[in-house]
């Protein structure tokens, strides 16, 4: 292991979209492992796809990690002793290894335009043969002529590795032992002709100038990974340990998508996910408690996390299940902080200490903050709904308004001491006292305990409500 032993591992986004869930996940497991061996945890802008990759979302995507917790030790936003951090930014470096390689007879140069090399691809697709170039086969495009019509046009040669013909052998600390055989991977492109490198080559100088020692992704990588063992061997720097850790499935077993549902953690975040709940749950895709804990925040991760417990079977999304942990989370929350969050969704001026008694009054209803002005609204507004009027409720309500009136210190037990001395003679009893109080206080069938809305509603608003059924 290279820099004196220290675990350095790596989160490594292209900015071309918002943050989706299985990105998160490996940002969270390379970070738990980060944190665990105190070792150094590094964020890299992969931002070499002019085309795709956009400023705004490279801020959106280190706005989402930080919402998420993930604290990173070098980045391009706090920069570090392997700096850049965006590849955009080290092309230079990715343009002298080429050249190291060449010098070598590792890698060569190759004067065929992108539709060339495509038209070979069809022609050995066509044969029944892999789609595997050899120098021998990219030699001919190397012509005097050609290099002269570069040369005019400006253009610069694609640079290729020359793959070795061997078996590779990988010990992937998830997947078990993953042999390559000898030719199952032709040469490949190291630079393009617009000079700007490919994932695989500028991946492996970054991760080795970086000095990663663990490579920790998705399982999608898992084939990219002998062309990268291959160009560290070529380069004669340290091969660092791999994981490819399981793919996401949606509820149905096939891939995670849009079709699902809300897949970037930004969504999530508009709904009202805690992000300590979207950690724990991303955290047990892929991974489980040495104990079979469910709920666990994130020094509880920290403590517990090892390679050794992420698995090679696909994790399944399970959207039910990060609600109820999302709901869990909030009942953990401190319920201040709540607050303070749920006025970004409620988004009404009123007074703290009252939103305080309504957060605490539904606080174990909430499975989405998104769903607090749907499950608040009568704190804030009287119900515009008709209750049937039958002549044993008038003259129930009648007697309870009257009880009310007398009350002078507003509390639990003055409001209890008040329907006991009204349902004493009351026609309407039990069940259907409560449940039509209910409806005409908040005009819903279900939520917060009765006796917890009519002391937060206070005396004269209750009174009103009331007053306004009766008129009605």
Avoid at 217 to 225: F, I, P, Y
């Amino acid at each position: 292991m290279s820099n004196n032993g220290q675990v350095r591992v790596r989160f490594a986004p292209s900015p071309t979209g918002y943050l989706h869930v299985g990105g998160a996940r490996t940002a969270l497991f390379n970070y738990l492992f980060a944190r665990k061996t105190n070792g150094k945890f590094i964020l890299r802008i992969e931002d070499t796809d002019l085309e795709r990759s956009e400023k705004v979302f490279e801020e959106q995507l280190i706005n989402a990690l930080r919402w998420l917790g993930l604290d990173w030790d070098e980045g391009p936003d706090i920069g570090g002793p392997y700096g850049p951090y965006r590849q955009s930014e080290r092309t230079e470096l990715y343009h002298y290894y080429a050249q190291e390689l060449i010098k070598q007879g590792k890698a060569y140069e190759v004067y065929a335009y992108p539709e060339e090399i495509e038209q070979l691809r069809e022609k050995l697709l066509a044969e029944g043969k892999a789609p595997h170039y050899t120098r021998e086969m990219l030699e001919p495009y190397n012509t005097a002529e050609r290099k002269r019509e570069y040369e005019e046009k400006g253009l610069r040669p694609a640079i290729y590795f020359s793959m070795p013909r061997k078996d590779y052998v990988i010990n992937d600390v998830v997947k078990g032992e993953v042999v390559f055989k000898a030719g199952s991977v032709g040469d490949f492109a190291l630079l393009r002709s617009n000079g700007m490198p490919t994932y695989n080559y500028a991946c492996v100088i970054d991760d080795g100038l970086m000095k990663i020692t663990h490579v920790l992704r998705g399982d999608d990588h898992l084939s990219n990974t002998v062309k990268q063992v291959a160009l560290y061997e070529a380069l004669g720097w340290p091969v660092p340990v791999f994981g490819h850790v399981s793919m996401i499935l949606g509820p149905d077993g096939s891939k995670l998508s849009k079709r699902h549902g809300a897949t970037s953690v930004e969504e999530f975040k508009a709904r009202g996910y805690l992000p300590e709940a979207l950690v724990n749950f991303l955290a047990l895709l892929g991974w489980s408690h040495p104990e079979g804990k469910e709920i666990l925040t994130k020094e509880e991760l920290i403590s517990s996390f090892s390679l050794e417990r992420l698995v090679k079977n696909p994790a399944i999304f399970n959207p039910d299940k990060l609600r109820w942990m999302n709901s869990e989370h909030i009942r953990m929350k401190d319920t201040k902080e709540l607050v303070k969050l749920a006025k970004m969704f409620i988004n009404r001026d009123v007074d703290e200490a009252y939103l305080e008694k309504v957060i605490v009054a539904v606080k174990d209803r909430i499975e989405e903050l998104s769903q607090l002005p749907e499950l608040t609204d009568f704190f804030f507004e009287r119900p515009n709904v008709s209750v049937e009027k039958t002549p044993e409720a008038v003259e129930t309500y009648k007697a309870l308004l009257e009880e009310l009136q007398k009350v002078e210190v507003w509390n639990k037990e003055n409001i209890y001491a008040s329907f006991k001395t009204a349902m004493k003679n009351a026609k309407l009893k039990g069940k259907d006292f409560y449940m039509t109080l209910r409806l005409i206080l908040t005009g819903k069938n279900e939520g917060p305990e009765l006796i917890d809305i009519l002391e937060i509603l206070g005396k004269e608003e209750v009174i009103a409500r009331i007053q306004n059924y009766l008129n009605a």
